[in-house]
Structures are given as C-alpha cells and as structure tokens.
C-alpha cells in the first residue's frame, strides 16, 4: 500500500523551509520534500528529504510506486532575476518541470479516484504594466488585468497557471473515461519577506537584502530607483496562504488563481521601516536599469478580493506588524 504524502518541490527554497516548518508545527509527520540542495541541519527530521531534480522523469516513476501525493505544494523554480541569466534552463526548470509534475498528479488523481491538490505559488512576475503612469492608475491589479510579462520567469509563470487550469478540466478530454481531474490551485504572491532566511535570485530581494544587510551592520547598495513600488508579504502570512488554499473546499473556489497580498511599499518606504529599527543602516540607491525595468513593469499592488471571498484570506501582518512583531525581533536574534 502507497504512504499517503504531502510533497513539497524546492523544498530547501525560502517558502519550502517556511512551509515544512509550519506543518511540522501541526504535529504533521507525512511530509516528503523534494530539492537539489539539503535542508538545513536545524531541520532535521521535519520531513523525509530526497535529494533530487524536478526534470527527473525516472525518480517520479519510483516516487508514484511508493507515495500517494495528497496535496502537492511545487515551490521549485528559478526566480526573475537568475532565469534572465539563463532563460532556457528557466523555461526547462519552471515549466517543463512543472508539466512532469501536473502530469504525474493527473495521472494519480485518475488511478486513485481522488483529485490530487496540487497547489502552485505563481506571482507578481506575470504582469507587465506598460510604463509608470498606468502603474500609478491602475495601482491595485486584479487576476486579468495586464497579464502581458516581460520575463522569462513570468511568462512561465503565467503559462503554468494556465497549464494548471487545463490539468484541472480538460486533460486528455477527447480520450478520457475517468472523470477525476487534478485539482490545481494558485496564488501570486507580492516579493517575500523571511527573517529566517534571504532570498537569491529574484527582483523584489532589495528589499529583505536591505534588511539583512542593515541588522548584520553590512552597508547596502540599494539597485532600485527611491520611489519603486510593488507589494510586499511576510513569510508567515505566504505559508498560511498556501495551507488556507490547499484546505479551502474545491466547491467554494470560484476561480483556480488568486491574488494575496499584504502591504505596498516605495524602497525608500522600506528603507525608512528598516531605518527604525536599526537607525546607524547605511542604505544607498544605485538603480540599476535592467533590473528597475523589471520592477516598473510589476504592479504596485494586488487586488486580493476574490481570495478574501472565496477562501476567508485575510493576511495577519500589515506594514506595522510585519517589522515590528516579525522581522524586526527574529531578524535581531538571528544575527545576534
Ligand atoms: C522574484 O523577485 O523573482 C520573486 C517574485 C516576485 O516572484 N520574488
């Protein structure tokens, strides 16, 4: 008989140490996590870990003979800033890997009779506002407003968004005799906030860069202009999303992807809520052209309504909260 599972792909990720954590948290001791990399040893025994590649075809053929996947959360991926480096392993990593999964669980929900949820963090990437006006206009953006990315990143993650949906009800539909589909679900998140752990990789990482630089005494070098605007979320808020929208009843989704979001901030915001906790930060901005292009094509805020009214979303820390209870205190202990 096949264990009942909770995989979690890009597991040693900021989300993916985020999410063990909190499920470990809730006594939970059934989960398999995926990564190319080790978990750190301060997580020892919160899961059964497998060393290993989205992209390998043969690990999954093993991993379905021995696990049923309940809930798939897949986190791996390559964020926007390293996959404008290297588009095609990008587009290899973040969208063939994520096929290989979809059609893994597809094929699993079917043999089971059970929908397998396969839960997929998407994000701000996939929009491209056209220039700063229209940014300042349409300052909250809702699910299908200007879903036109300028990343590789972003088109991917729109595309897997999108493969998701047709996984969910239209798989294999000239064929098909069963009627069990995948059950895809997916949020955008806004740029991440840990204070256990920096991001790598990304476009929105100015900002918990300047913040760990600033409570380990490192000077910073800020590569966006001042008045740069996206939204932002801390880590505890993005890990109660996936779990909230993994738990939500399928009847009650009335769309397969949502916006979450907490606060927006300018850099220069951010600098200022960093300032205040630590005032001898040496915090300077040297935009960078190709990197700010990236940011002035995200939007400045996200529309979260239909998760609010779908799923009960509500995020826990707002601008205030977030540095003052979260970041601030666990961020001072860290580097103590
Ligand atoms: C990135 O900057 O690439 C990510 C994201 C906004 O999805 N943090």
């Known amino acids: ?98 096929l290989l999964l979809m059609q893994m669980a597809a094929e699993q929900s079917q043999r089971r009779g059970e929908p397998v949820r396969f839960i997929f963090p998407s994000s701000i990437a996939v929009y491209g506002l056209p220039d700063l006006e229209t940014k300042a206009r349409d300052f909250y953006v809702r699910e299908w407003d200007w879903n036109y990315p300028t990343t590789m990143y972003g088109c991917n993650k729109l595309y897997c968004e999108m493969l998701g949906t047709y996984f969910g009800s239209h798989y294999q539909q000239l064929s098909r005799t069963t009627p069990t589909m995948l ?94 906790a630590f005032p001898n930060a040496q915090i300077t901005f040297e935009p960078d052209v190709q990197r700010q292009g990236i940011v002035d094509s995200w939007p400045a805020g996200l529309a979260d309504k239909a998760a609010r009214r779908d799923w009960g979303w509500e995020p826990a820390y707002d601008v205030a909260r977030a540095f003052a209870e979260y970041l601030v205190p666990n961020i001072r202990q860290r580097y103590q």
Do not use: W
């Not at 040893?41 to 989205?54: E, K, R």
């Open 1 to 98: 008989m096949r264990k009942k599972v909770i995989l979690i792909t890009g597991a040693a990720g900021e989300i993916g140490q985020a999410l063990i954590k909190s499920l470990a948290a809730t006594g939970s001791n059934q989960v398999l996590s995926l990564d190319l990399h080790d978990l750190p040893d301060d997580m020892d025994g919160y899961s059964t870990h497998i060393l290993g590649d989205v992209l390998d075809k043969n690990l999954f053929a093993r991993l379905v003979t021995e696990y049923d996947f309940d809930v798939i959360y897949h986190l791996a991926a390559l964020l926007s800033t390293r996959s404008e480096f290297a588009p095609e392993l990008a587009h290899q990593v973040n969208v063939n890997g994520t």
């Open 183 to 276: 059950d895809f679900r997916a949020v955008r998140f806004p740029g991440l906030i840990s204070a256990y752990t920096t991001p790598s990789g990304g476009t929105s990482d100015y900002g918990p860069e300047m913040l760990h630089a600033a409570a380990q005494g490192k000077p910073y070098a800020c590569f966006v202009r001042e008045d740069s605007v996206i939204p932002f979320m801390a880590m505890p808020d993005a890990v109660t999303s996936l779990l909230q929208l993994a738990a939500a009843e399928r009847a009650a989704l009335r769309r397969t992807v949502y916006n979450v979001t907490s606060f927006s901030l300018t850099a220069v915001q951010f600098r200022d809520e960093v300032l205040k």
